[in-house]
């Protein structure tokens, strides 16, 4: 089965943090105009993915909010909700988590056997476990939601996962909605970490869209397509 369209989400402050330093209140990047896009998102993807580290962070249920969203996902012969999916590497994870009680099907990719065993045992009835094959998790884990039927993923964070993604060239776009804020603080949380890049340091994204939304800007990149001069 072929491998699902990867769509990277994520809003950021201007200097490149998702968040402020670990432990303080969840800063708000986006707007109620942008949410509700990002709403639309949802409801266009088949599933959504975020790392176990944003589970364990933030506590998301990840929803598709709007009424009317849901009822055409089902008139179109979908699920109400896309599948919820996050990857794991040591099955450690919260039965009490929102993310497992909210929502259509939940599924954990864990990368290893003691960490799917472990998963199980935590989760139980919760959620589906399936045990990623040996080797580069990513390129297994989106090979497995292909094979589940997965077309669009939508992968909402976050840094790390974003980061590696990105790294393996397995993303085919970026959005990334820039926030007027200016963060600051040397330990909170990047969008982006250092890494191995396609191209390295030179090669510029394909820029596919600029949209102003109220006080916020969406870039839209396609990470596949680089270049190393200005176009």
Do not use: C
């Amino acid at each position: 089965m072929p491998r699902p369209y990867v769509l990277l989400s994520a809003a950021v402050s201007l200097d490149g943090h998702l968040d402020t330093r670990p432990g303080e209140d969840r800063l708000l990047l986006s707007n109620a105009e942008d949410f509700d896009r990002v709403d639309a998102e949802r409801a266009a993807s088949d599933a959504v993915l975020v790392g176990a580290g944003t589970l364990r962070a933030d506590d998301p249920r990840l929803l598709v909010g709007s009424p009317e969203r849901r009822a055409a996902r089902v008139a179109a012969g979908k699920p109400e909700y896309p599948l919820k999916v996050t990857l794991t590497r040591t099955g450690d994870l919260d039965p009490g988590w929102r993310f497992w009680h909210h929502g259509g099907g939940k599924l954990v990719l864990a990368d290893g056997d003691a960490a799917a065993a472990r998963a199980r045992a935590r989760l139980g009835s919760l959620a589906t476990v399936e045990t990623l094959p040996a080797g580069p998790p990513w390129p297994a884990a989106l090979d497995l939601l292909g094979a589940h039927g997965v077309e669009r993923l939508m992968v909402e964070g976050g840094g790390t996962v974003h980061t590696q993604l990105l790294a393996a060239g397995l993303a085919d776009e970026l959005q990334l909605v820039v926030a007027p804020l200016l963060v600051g603080q040397p330990d909170a949380v990047r969008m982006l970490g250092p890494a191995d890049y396609p191209g390295g340091p030179a090669a510029r994204l394909r820029l596919l869209e600029v949209r102003r939304i109220g006080d916020v800007v969406l870039l839209r990149y396609a990470p596949k397509d680089t270049a190393t001069e200005p176009r």
